[in-house]
């Protein structure tokens, strides 16, 4: 156990409809990422925040996608109209920014796997 | 873009050293970490490479060449629990922190 959590663990739903998933980081860690992994492939960057400004989008987070980090606490990713290819394992990893240093260690969480009927 | 290319599998026997290699071409490159993921569990960091050589933590080490563009994960006196997936990623701009990853390696133990 990282001291990431994420809520549902498992989520099974019809394509169109929307879903929510949530993450709570490790309390002092500054900054959010979410990931998105499917079978037998590396997880892929979607976005993070530091604090709840979200500084960065990957291209592969469509208009359907959107989160939010509201206080700079736990964060929750939507899904709009969704589609079997949106079918995957939804990661989210939390650290803690220093000013000065190069890199922070990122903590994942178990994961939310959706997918899409 | 990036890429990352490592072996889709390797198998060693209980008690080995295994080498698990990884060679980079991104845009950016500001240090190479492994992390490792057991299936159905979350990935957990390894180790972090930022500067040209060998970093060991234990049982693992991870080693890096900038002007290769290469690194390695080398993992020695091999246990059961360690069969794993095992993925280097790239943080590719400085100031950010957000990891590319490659598509991962499966190690196998064998008795």
């Known amino acids: 156990d990282t001291g990431v959590s994420q809520d549902p663990r498992h989520k099974i739903t019809k394509r169109g409809q929307n879903v929510t998933f949530r993450c709570d980081p490790i309390?002092?860690?500054?900054?959010l990422y979410w990931y998105r992994q499917t079978l037998g492939q590396g997880p892929e960057f979607l976005t993070y925040?530091?604090?709840?400004?979200?500084?960065?989008k990957s291209r592969l987070l469509s208009d359907r996608f959107s989160a939010e980090r509201p206080k700079g606490s736990f964060s929750t990713l939507e899904i709009q109209r969704t589609e079997q290819g949106d079918s995957a394992m939804y990661l989210c990893a939390s650290s803690l920014s220093l000013a000065g240093s190069s890199y922070n260690e990122q903590f994942f969480g178990p994961g939310t796997r959706l997918t899409v009927l | 873009g990036q890429s990352l290319e490592q072996p889709s599998e390797v198998t060693a026997v209980e008690g080995a050293i295994v080498q698990i290699n990884c060679t980079y071409q991104t845009s950016g490159f500001y240090g190479l970490s492994w992390y490792q993921q057991h299936d159905g569990g979350a990935p957990t960091f390894l180790s972090y490479?930022?500067?040209?050589g060998l970093e060991e933590t234990g049982r693992f080490s991870s080693f890096l060449s900038r002007s290769d563009s290469y690194g390695y994960l080398l993992l020695q006196e091999l246990q059961m629990k360690d069969s794993a997936s095992y993925f280097c990623a790239v943080r590719a701009r400085p100031g950010a922190n957000n990891l590319f990853f490659g598509t991962g390696t499966r190690l196998t133990v064998i008795p």
């Open positions: 490479n930022a500067l040209d």
């Open positions: 925040f530091q604090n709840e400004a979200q500084l960065e």
């Open positions: 309390s002092e860690h500054n900054r």
